[in-house]
């Protein structure tokens, strides 16, 4: 039985050419190609595909967002990201809001096919240097841990948002100030919890 695939990219060539490599497995067809997280997340519940290949950076709703929003509404949907950014901060976001995989853009199209088959059986098929990125990203710190009862409760709020895969701008928005003010409170957290950066704050808190 083939399995079914959904493809989200904004941009129509890439979208095109996704397509056209899962045209090319017989044990593959895709049933639906959307160039919004909008979009994607009307339409995709009802496809009920198998596996949905999704890019993260969209026109509105970022593909993170979309994959939070396909995985409460379809908890079983496997999601691949597919995209060209490889940087840690959009690796754990993806990860963190439900993402079974993650791939470059820049790689073989068998890789791509090989992905979908391995997610479909239980795998999280992820490009060799991101796996790096995780594995060094999960390393216990050797920083001394210590609480974060240190934090303000704005502060609190913050990591939370943080943890929770949110980018500066959303946290912002959802809580009525500023993206400079975000970044001073983030700044602000990282020196009480004797972090280098946002991404050690997260992990440290996930850790004590």
């Known amino acids: 039985m083939r399995k079914s695939v959904a493809i989200v990219e904004d941009d129509p060539k890439l979208r095109d050419q996704l397509v056209e490599i899962l045209g090319t497995a017989p044990d593959l067809k895709c049933v639906g190609a959307f160039a919004s997280g909008e979009e994607a997340v009307k339409n995709i519940p009802a496809k009920n595909p198998d596996v949905v290949l999704m890019d993260i950076k969209l026109p509105g709703m970022s593909g993170i967002q979309c994959v939070a929003q396909l995985k409460r509404l379809s908890p079983a949907l496997q999601i691949i990201m597919v995209t060209v950014y490889k940087d840690s901060e959009r690796i754990f976001m993806a990860l963190k ?34 796996a790096r990125k995780v594995v060094e990203h999960f390393r216990p710190l050797t920083a001394d841990h210590q609480e974060d009862k240190d934090l303000s409760h704005r502060e609190h709020q913050v990591l939370t948002l943080l943890a929770s895969g949110f980018i500066y701008k959303e ?38």
């Open 171 to 208: 946290i912002a928005d959802q809580l009525g100030i500023g993206v400079t003010t975000v970044r001073t409170y983030v700044t602000k957290i990282c020196e009480k919890m004797h972090v280098r950066n946002r991404l050690e704050a997260v992990a440290k808190r996930r850790s004590d």
């Open 97 to 130: 809001a439900g993402a079974d995989g993650y791939l470059l853009k820049s790689g073989p199209p068998n890789q791509l096919l090989e992905a979908v088959r391995d997610v479909t059986t239980g795998g999280a098929p992820i490009s060799t240097h991101i």
